[in-house]
């Protein structure tokens, strides 16, 4: 398995400034993941971290509104730029172990934007 | 990825078994079934999965039709621990995005 931290644990901000979580796991992997939780919803992906180039992004999700960095296997950021309080979203990480088949989850950044 | 289709909710006695159905009838041969559950405020938990024949661990039994266009996840003695939002997905083996459906609500009743 792997353990899977995350920081903040939460945070309020106010609309227009930008957010950096970090992700941080205990063993090197290949794959990241960054996923985005909506108030009553599902995860929906974010992106891809690709470590040494550029992260995959989903539809609907570009890299001026959420950067993403990967500078090694244990590690990757995500910016959520210019926040509006409709990027208020619990904001996850997973990462999924080379043979293993199952993706594990961080707990999460719970993001309220006023 | 194919598809795939969960009741919204389902209601299971402490102690029971509970059963979970998820429908899948476009999945391809390369695809596995997955299931994870996310207990209110927490990340995705992962449960099991199975290409075709049926699988058991310490948590859960994953029964797999014949056809494979249809699975259903047991969790044999429930208890309130298991009440959370229950996620079947189909997927290739390997570094690949998982995608969310709307899962079932599970709860536990006393």
């Known amino acids: 398995s792997a353990v899977i931290s995350q920081k903040p644990s939460r945070d309020i901000c106010q609309r227009g400034t930008s957010l950096t979580i970090q992700c941080q796991v205990d063993?090197?992997?290949?794959?990241m993941f960054w996923y985005r939780q909506q108030p009553g919803q599902s995860l929906t992906l974010i992106a891809t971290?690709?470590?040494?180039?550029?992260?995959?992004?989903e539809s609907g999700f570009v890299i001026d509104k959420f950067p993403i960095s990967r500078p090694n296997l244990t590690f990757s950021t995500l910016t959520v730029s210019n926040m509006s309080p409709e990027d208020s979203s619990i904001y996850l990480c997973?990462?999924?172990?080379?043979?293993?088949?199952?993706?594990?989850f961080g707990p999460g950044t719970r993001l309220t934007v006023l | 990825d194919a598809k795939t289709t969960q009741p919204p909710s389902m209601d299971c006695a402490e102690g029971r078994a509970a059963n979970l159905p998820c429908n899948h009838s476009?999945?391809?041969?390369?695809?596995?079934v997955y299931w994870y559950r996310q207990i209110h405020s927490q990340g995705p938990q992962y449960i099991i999965h199975?290409?075709?024949n049926n699988e058991t661990n310490e948590m859960a039994s994953l029964i797999i039709t014949e056809d494979r266009k249809s699975s259903t996840l047991i969790l044999p003695h429930a208890t309130l621990r298991d009440t959370a939002v229950y996620y079947c997905?189909?997927?290739?083996?390997?570094?690949?995005?998982?995608?969310f459906g709307t899962g079932t609500r599970l709860t536990i009743i006393p």
């Open positions: 997905i189909v997927k290739n083996f390997g570094n690949e995005k998982l995608t």
């Open positions: 063993s090197q992997v290949t794959m």
């Open positions: 971290a690709n470590q040494g180039s550029e992260a995959t992004y």
């Open positions: 997973s990462v999924e172990l080379a043979g293993v088949g199952e993706q594990f």
């Open positions: 476009t999945i391809s041969g390369n695809e596995y």
């Open positions: 199975g290409l075709k």
